[in-house]
């Protein structure tokens, strides 16, 4: 059982605070390129981590991201004129540039006199189509090139929702991979059951339905293992216990911080779930889809990574719970502004959210330490693969093993978030060219083996 400081300690992201001191150690996606498409377009809103921003890309295109209200009569700069290089505020016309330097001040001061004036102001960077912040100590460390971000002849687009919960509720739920029977499984079943779609949606046996209550048949114990950037977990079966085989099932990988990979790298469909606190009670909760193609097919070409709000509720308010994204949103909602971990009783299928809290207990102590947290990099390999090791396309098992996120085409994106997105249409053509190509592969490797020697 935790104690309530210990529960505060792990929620609490706020400046000063344990957690958002070791939360700004890391660089935070917090907003899309294509929401700041050009230079001097209009300034978009930001709360990050309980601070209220205001991020925009000045008419020489680089990205500022500073307190949003004016330092002289507390006027947001929502509301300000994005020109000559800077937001001016509407109020009086102080003019502050990306790093939140107020560079102008009309009827104030001579040409020659000093400007002091400041607002605080958090580096910025982009990569993949997201826009990240760091707003820890500087010099600041490299941004990660997480392989999704950047892994070549691939299409993407990103699922965006504000969660009203605590960050690390949705983060939890990564750590948790027997949720899946019940949250996917049988309540997907009762859900479809209602509605009388049961037999026309899961008629499949590799519906995500029936897949998810086979999670929870045969159990023998659940793992997990700290890596080099976060952890892996998963479960081992037996068949004595009911399980058709005796096996180790490996659930999503965590990456630390707030990071979750469902799918491996290259796949024709793999994801980041992403958990950025907005403040003590609202995450900033990004799912960044990413489909690849192998060698042999070539994906679409794409200039920009466009974004959707899946929707959680219907237009009568009710929960919408036939995908998977708005089952699990559903459930830590559910929980509460921030869960009460006081009163919680864990039992062996929460072993991997022990050492989950466990890891951000050891890399607080680090940073209050003055050490360096998991992750910080002071400089990026050109790919970090989180799940160990890129793909060996040679091998056919590599394609053979995705299940089925690699049949959109036949109708299992209606089971996840991505059946909204602008891309779905493009994704299932992919998916039908790498389902040809795996056809025409097998019949050559046929050929082949049938030849004599």
């Known amino acids: 059982m935790m104690s309530r400081e210990q529960n505060d300690q792990l929620s609490r992201v706020g400046p000063g605070t344990p957690m958002g001191g070791l939360l700004r150690r890391y660089w935070a996606p917090f907003l899309l390129a294509s929401e700041i498409p050009e230079p001097d377009c209009p300034p978009v809103r930001a709360k990050l981590m309980g601070e209220s921003l205001i991020c925009f890309r000045d008419s020489k295109g680089r990205i500022g991201l500073i307190d949003e209200f004016c330092a002289h009569r507390g006027v947001s700069l929502w509301f300000a004129q994005n020109e000559e290089c800077g937001l001016r505020c509407p109020y009086h016309g102080w003019l502050f540039d990306e790093t939140g330097a107020c560079v102008e001040r009309p009827m104030e001061n001579s040409p020659t006199a000093e400007i002091k004036q400041k607002l605080k102001g958090y580096p910025v960077q982009e990569l993949g189509g997201l826009v990240f912040a760091y707003m820890g100590p500087l010099p600041a460390p490299a941004v990660p090139r997480w392989d999704l971000l950047v892994w070549p002849n691939a299409i993407r687009q990103i699922a965006i929702n504000v969660i009203d919960c605590n960050w690390l509720q949705c983060q939890e739920n990564t750590g948790d991979p027997t949720h899946s029977a019940y949250v996917h499984g049988h309540l997907f079943d009762y859900v479809l059951e209602k509605r ?51 096996k180790d099932q490996e659930h999503s990988t965590v990456i630390f911080p707030f990071y979750t990979q469902t799918g491996k790298t290259g796949a024709p469909r793999s994801e980041y779930q992403i958990r950025v606190p907005i403040d003590d009670t609202h ?34 308010g009710e ?78 098992e590599t394609l053979n093993k995705h299940g089925f996120r690699k049949y959109y085409h036949k109708g299992f994106a209606n089971d996840d978030a991505d059946r909204y997105g602008p891309l779905i249409e493009r994704v299932k053509d992919l998916h039908r060219a790498i389902e040809a190509f795996e056809i025409d592969r097998s019949a050559k490797s046929e050929k082949h083996d049938k030849e004599p020697a």
Request: hydrophobic share 30%.
């Open 196 to 246: 009388g779609e049961l037999n026309q949606r899961s008629g499949d046996r590799l519906h995500t339905m029936h897949q998810r209550k086979r999670v929870g048949i045969g159990i023998r114990e659940i793992y997990a293992q700290q890596t080099e950037h976060g952890f892996r977990k998963g479960i081992r079966y037996s068949k004595a216990l009911g399980a058709d085989s005796d």
């Open 283 to 316: 995450t900033y909760h990004i799912c960044y889809q990413c489909y690849a193609a192998p060698p042999g097919v070539e994906a679409p070409k794409q200039d920009i990574v466009p974004y959707y709000v899946p929707p959680t509720h219907d237009e009568k």
């Open 319 to 396: 929960p919408i719970l036939d995908y998977v994204l708005a089952q699990d949103a559903i459930v830590w909602v559910a929980q509460g502004p921030i869960v009460d971990r006081t009163t919680e009783m864990l039992g062996r299928t929460d072993i991997p959210i022990v050492v989950l809290r466990r890891q951000l207990e050891e890399q607080i102590k680090r940073v209050e330490q003055g050490l360096e947290p998991m992750n910080f990099f002071r400089e990026s390999p050109a790919i970090i693969y989180p799940t160990g090791s890129p793909p060996d396309y040679s091998r056919p």
